[in-house]
């Protein structure tokens, strides 16, 4: 359907709408024309992205100039996947409505691992391997050396790409990565390269968020992107621990010990080549003295490393002297880790920001700030002189060259801040968002969108940022499809509570345990329980075996259980989606935070009841936590216990609102623990869960909660068809254009 | 004369029936009675015609067993040995009791195969309405060969759909006892022992290795409920132990599982990530997990989390197994007949059938009609010609028809019509008048119209006395050669009889019409 946004044509794809997607639609149009930043929370299932593609998309149409590229972030391989075919489901209606060919060129760009069309490369299995394994066929000295000698293998997808691939552009259309692939193979051109470099003139982008955040890839891959374009990261609720992993160094006793090895190896190499080809050290020295401006225009695929920091600081200065020649660096390299060694055989915890890190190194063994800036751009341009391929080896010494320039980096108001801690973890973590800042800073409008970001306002509070629209829209249903309920009794009277004094009493766990014996003889098909803690569901899991209430859930389902090893996991999903599917009905345990409640959805009979034990506090006692939550109360003025229960919070939303994926999905969310039901907790729920809860939904008990459910699933088993959703839930273009309904639109819509 | 070939498990004796006192026998295939000082049995059933069996309660004078059959009619025993009595209806209805299961199976199958294929073949149904309900033959014989024909195609793909699954709790249903000295009692049935098999097939495999020559079958289970294997919070397996081969193969086995990964890329736990942090970034999540820090109590929970994913995953697989088995040796097949390409694009339609799933909006997409299976086309050629023979030097293939194709349009393209020799307009219009339908060279469509004279009615009526008549002709030749005695029989008394009594029929049937007529 065609529909009129403030004066904008949007070609949408389908025949309904949701009244939400269109009140999404209005809101997004408003951030895009003040030029500014948006906060959207709308639940899942509600068709953002495609609202999200069919606005964006008909605003580049009618203003080329002022939004020249979406830069859609996503988190997961599938998701973006799942966003492109949505794309190209948008662009084929636009090509059946106007006639027009499709003039649009969208993209999804993923790493080498899963672009790699290479029939060695691409059979390695991690993407690790994938990568050293194509530096060493793809860096300019190993092609420069096959000019020499021919046998020398190289990769010929690169050959080829590079040979041609540049001066033809890739034809406009929507390339998902297999489409890439297809591409790439029937040109003989490296996939992966062609995205990197497709991407600079693509309309649509569609990667992950580490491709513009994790400042270490960005410089590599994003630096060239325009400011007027638009950047969408969607399932953005935990984007602030995206920044602060990418930023965040551990250095353990064995990294020291590998990077001693690492350091040794230079120290031989250099020598040998010293022997061999001085000319080359020599050259290097002169390069160095010119400034890295031109190192840095050295070929995309010497990727041994790349800057940690914003580059154009660095670049514009010269690589101070007392590191610019290999033996000095590698001295200097050598004080550093020793320095660093003597921090970690420290048996106290120490926390210090990073000036104060800096003044020490400097006291204890003069190194300066400004050397240790350059550390890792230095050690990059001695590993591209040396020739070494396999950077694999050299992890361990990179590692601590960026640790170097991270923390004389952003040193200034910025918090830095090293530990040693007594065991064998020195880390360091630079517990700011200051990764965000210069994307806010850099592209015109950024739109940060997910199901769960309530409360609203604390976002633009730890991202230090000032939206133009902030709103959080609620799901119109014409059935309550989702029945949450806050358990917490047993049938005994004894509070459930997974709080810490509690956690671990026998009765607490026998009622957790009976709540779901209970549950898997009402609930059909899938039901998905998350526990706070893996370690926590280890004991639980251990004590209900032990009183046999494993084995009676087993009489009514099977039990698949999420492990810390990825692999077993996706087995034990497989499985579980398996017995779903063929009637036998399963529960899946698993663990919030953990990869399955992040990345998998439960859709209709996959997850049926979504059971929260407890409430998903991170881990309290860690320093890293410690050190964040006071850099948080210092800058931003977020108190600890706010921040602590919006982090618990929007975890239990996000595990919970697994089970519903749309309008004819239904499912039971539970939430076992008593302190659910207290205001503060509750309130920090995304509206459009908090608004089914009712005060006859607080503190039940367990018998309570099997009524209500019993009740619940009965009446949503009952056909539901699309027209007991029509003009309610559902619209026609028609319904939408009546007054009341647009009326009724506006309010759907609530401003932060 | 049968009791000859036929093994007697249990002979009862002093057992009256009907007042006369008699010898019970229980045999492989049926319980039988036969009156004292006669080498005949009076009574005789087949296992499988017994629907259950009843026994008098305790205290009561007389002591008896009832055995019901499916027909309705029970036949009543009465143990009479006085001193042995209570003995002997025990020991007979242990026996009934392990035997009747196997037969009761049997029994159900069939009688609901037939139900089934009556139901689904409305022929087969008129059939056995006008020559069982009508008493021209009897039901046995009626199936005799029907069923044998048909257990070779439906009943056992229809089979493996009936199969029924485990338990997932079976383990937990051998509830220990204690035996008041300090032991443990574990009851164990057949059921449960199918279940262990069939879920872990291990343990199936030591069964068949070591009962009955090293073990017996009681001490085979006294050591697996000793095992370290039957207790899931095992953490050390002994070497001695028998089964801890069978923990061994099924670490393997979930090794092997973890290693295949999985199929459904939406689930990939490992691909899901775009791109994981390196080595030593990012922030240390939860405390360090090195193996050292473990405790003995961590292992044993993990050990527990890990069985309790094994165990479901292999219920799951037992009641899938059959399927699997049959439909890997399809793909197996042919994946070694079809060319290699057809395994490589294999692969992605599942990744992209699950991403469109996975973006389709339910209530947005207008009915698009039920869902179809897509063709699954190995080769092409084969769908569109069929089988040929080996030596087909002369078929077309579908590059010939295009190409054809192409010729004739070709040439119809330069085609110009020969105006000057064309025959008169007269000629050609009596020619096709001559050709349609009802002209004069068209004469031989006219006997379709028969169909259309006889009334539909007796069509159906004809067709069905044909139907029976055939099927009576059919009985009476497979008795051909008549090389038994039984056969003899059967040709001379009642076929005869039958053939008579198809012919009474049709004559019945001749006459009434002729009435009608007249």
Request: aromatic share 10%; proline share 4%; with cysteine.
């Amino acid at each position: 359907m065609k529909l009129n946004i403030e004066g904008l044509l949007v070609y949408f794809p389908y025949d309904y709408i949701y009244p939400e997607q269109y009140s999404y639609m209005l809101e997004l149009k408003r951030t895009l024309d003040a030029k500014g930043h948006g906060v959207l929370e709308m639940p899942s299932g509600t068709g953002k992205t495609i609202s999200l593609l069919s606005l964006i998309v008909a605003y580049q149409k009618a203003y080329p100039l002022e939004v020249t590229k979406l830069i859609y972030c996503s988190r997961t391989v599938p998701e973006i996947e799942k966003v492109v075919e949505e794309l190209r489901k948008l662009m084929d209606f636009y090509t059946k409505e106007t006639g027009e060919k499709n003039n649009f060129l969208a993209l999804a760009l993923s790493s080498r691992k899963n672009l790699c069309i290479h029939p060695e490369v691409s059979s390695l299995r991690f993407g690790k391997e994938v990568d050293g394994k194509c530096h060493s066929l793809t860096a300019s000295y190993i092609r420069a050396e096959r000019h020499s000698n021919p046998s020398q293998p190289v990769c010929r997808f690169y050959e080829e790409f590079d040979a041609v691939g540049r001066q033809v552009p890739i034809p406009p259309g929507i390339y998902n990565l297999d489409d890439l692939k297809e591409f790439g193979r029937r040109r003989g051109w490296c996939p992966y390269y062609l995205a990197r470099y497709a991407i600079l003139h693509a309309n649509i982008v569609v990667y992950s968020y580490h491709y513009l955040l994790d400042p270490k890839i960005a410089d590599l891959v994003s630096k060239e992107l325009a400011k007027k374009s638009v950047v969408v990261f969607d399932e953005a609720h935990n984007i602030d621990n995206v920044c602060i992993d990418s930023m965040s160094v551990n250095i353990t006793r064995r990294t020291l010990d590998r990077c001693q090895a690492n350091v040794d190896t230079l120290q031989t190499t250099i020598r040998r080549i010293k022997e061999t080809d001085a000319a080359k050290l020599q050259e290097e020295y002169r390069r160095l003295v010119e400034g890295l401006k031109e190192t840095s225009a050295a070929r995309e695929t010497d990727i041994y490393m790349s800057n940690p920091i914003l580059p154009d600081e660095v670049l514009q200065e010269a690589v101070p002297g007392n590191i610019r020649t290999a033996e000095h660096f590698v001295g200097f390299l050598k004080r550093f880790l020793e320095y660093l060694k003597a921090r970690l055989r420290v048996h106290h915890v120490v926390q210090e920001s990073s000036p104060q890190f800096l003044k020490d190194i400097f006291e204890k063994v003069c190194i300066d700030r400004k050397p240790l800036r350059f550390c890792a751009e230095r050690l990059r341009s001695l590993l591209r002189t040396l020739e070494i391929a396999d950077i694999a080896d050299f992890s361990a010494i990179t590692l601590i060259s960026n640790f170097a320039t991270l923390v004389s980096t952003y040193s200034k108001g910025k918090r830095a801040a090293p530990y040693s801690d007594s065991t064998t973890s020195n880390n360091v973590k630079s517990s700011n968002y200051i990764l965000f800042q210069p994307v806010f800073e850099r592209f015109q409008s950024v739109v940060i969108t997910s199901g769960t970001l309530s409360p609203l306002d604390i976002y633009p509070r730890i991202l230090d940022f000032h939206p133009v629209t902030m709103a959080s829209f609620t799901m119109t249903l014409a059935r309550t499809c989702l029945c949450p309920l806050i358990v917490g009794r047993g049938n005994d009277q004894v509070a459930m509570s997974s709080k810490f004094e509690t956690r671990e009493d026998f009765a607490v766990i026998r009622n957790y345990g009976n709540l779901l014996l209970e549950l898997s003889a009402v609930v059909p098909d899938g039901i998905v329980a998350f526990f706070t803690s893996y370690v926590y569901m280890e004991n639980i899991v251990a004590s209900w075996y032990e009183q046999g209430i494993l084995e009676n859930i087993q009489r009514n389902k099977l039990i698949f259980i999420e492990t810390q090893d990825a692999a077993e996991t996706s087995v034990a999903l497989e499985k579980y989606q398996e017995a779903c599917e063929n009637g036998r009905g399963a529960i899946l345990l698993s663990v919030a935070r953990g990869k399955v409640s992040e990345g998998i959805d439960f859709v209709h009979h996959f997850g049926r009841a979504v059971i929260m034990f407890g409430v998903p506090y991170v881990y309290t006692q860690s320093r890293i936590l410690k050190a964040r939550l006071e850099y948080l109360r210092d800058q931003y003025q977020i108190r600890e216990n706010d921040f602590l229960t919006f982090d618990a919070m929007r975890h239990a939303a996000q595990c919970v609102g697994r089970a519903i994926r749309g309008k004819t999905d239904y499912g039971l969310m539970i939430f076992a623990d008593k302190r659910y039901a207290r205001a503060d907790k509750r309130g920090k729920l995304p509206r459009w869960i908090q608004e089914h809860i009712t005060d006859g939904s607080l503190n039940l008990t367990i018998d309570e909660t099997m009524q209500l459910a019993k009740h619940f699933l009965r009446q949503m088993a009952q056909p539901f068809r699309r027209e007991d959703q029509l003009g309610l839930s559902l619209l026609t273009l028609e319904q939408l254009q009546s007054e009341d309904m647009l009326q009724k639109i506006s309010q759907i819509a609530q401003q932060a | 004369m049968a009791a000859l070939s036929e093994e007697v498990l249990l002979v009862v004796k002093k057992v009256r029936q009907r007042k006369q006192d008699g010898t019970l026998y229980l045999m492989t295939e049926r319980i039988a009675w036969g009156p004292e000082g006669k080498d005949r049995f009076t009574v005789s059933h087949l296992y499988a015609d017994i629907r259950c069996q009843k026994i008098s309660p305790e205290g009561k004078a007389k002591i008896q067993l009832q055995l019901v059959l499916h027909t309705g009619e029970s036949t009543t025993f009465h143990f009479a040995n006085e001193s042995t009595a209570m003995k002997d209806r025990d020991a007979a209805k242990d026996l009934l009791q392990q035997l009747l299961p196997k037969f009761k199976k049997k029994a159900n199958k069939e009688l609901e195969e037939k139900n089934r294929m009556l139901q689904e073949d409305p022929v087969l149904f008129q059939l056995y309405k006008d020559l069982v309900v009508s008493q021209v033959i009897s039901a046995e014989e009626f199936w005799a060969n029907r069923l044998k024909l048909s257990s070779t195609d439906h009943f056992s793909s229809n089979n493996n759909k009936q199969e029924v699954g485990i338990s997932a709790a079976f383990l937990a249903d051998i509830r220990p006892q204690t035996d008041g000295c300090n032991g443990l009692r574990y009851n164990l049935t057949t059921d449960i022992i199918e279940s262990i098999f069939r879920t872990y097939p291990a343990v199936k495999q030591k069964y068949a290795e070591n009962v009955p020559h090293n073990l017996t079958e009681k001490d085979f289970w006294t050591r697996f409920f000793q095992s370290h294997y039957f207790h899931r919070d095992r953490i050390n397996t002994g070497l001695q132990d028998l089964f801890s081969e069978c923990a061994k193969q099924d670490e393997k086995g979930l090794k092997s599982m973890v290693v295949q990964g999985v199929k459904n890329p939406m689930v990939d736990l490992l691909s899901l990530e775009d791109k994981t942090l390196d080595e030593g970034y990012g922030s240390l999540t939860g405390p360090s997990t090195s193996n050292s820090s473990k405790t003995v109590k961590e292992n044993s929970n993990s050990a527990i989390i890990k069985r309790f994913n094994h165990h479901s995953a292999m219920v799951l697989a037992a009641g899938l197994r059959k399927m699997d088995t049959s439909s890997d040796q399809a793909s197996e097949t042919s994946s070694t007949d079809g060319n290699s390409r057809d395994s490589d694009t294999f692969q992605p339609p599942i990744k992209k059938v699950k991403l469109q799933e996975a973006i389709e909006y339910e209530d947005f997409q207008n009915e698009t009609g039920p869902k179809t299976i897509a063709l699954k086309l190995k080769k092409f050629d084969r769908y569109s010609h069929g089988p040929v023979p080996l030596q087909s030097h002369h078929y077309s293939t579908s590059q010939d028809i295009i190409s054809s194709v192409s010729c004739i349009q070709e040439e119809m393209s330069c085609y110009k019509p020969c105006l000057t020799q064309v025959m008169s307009s007269s000629a050609a219009s009596s020619a096709i008048t001559a050709l349609s339908p009802g002209g004069a060279l068209m004469q031989t469509g006219a006997h379709q119209t028969v169909s259309q004279l006889v009334p539909v009615d007796i069509q159906s009526e004809l067709k069905h006395l044909y139907t029976a008549a055939g099927e009576l002709l059919r009985h009476f030749w497979s008795c051909f050669p008549v090389n038994t005695p039984f056969l003899e029989e059967k040709l001379i008394s009642h076929l005869e009889e039958m053939i008579q009594a198809a012919y009474n029929k049709f004559h019945a049937w001749q006459m009434r019409r002729m009435m009608k007529k007249t």
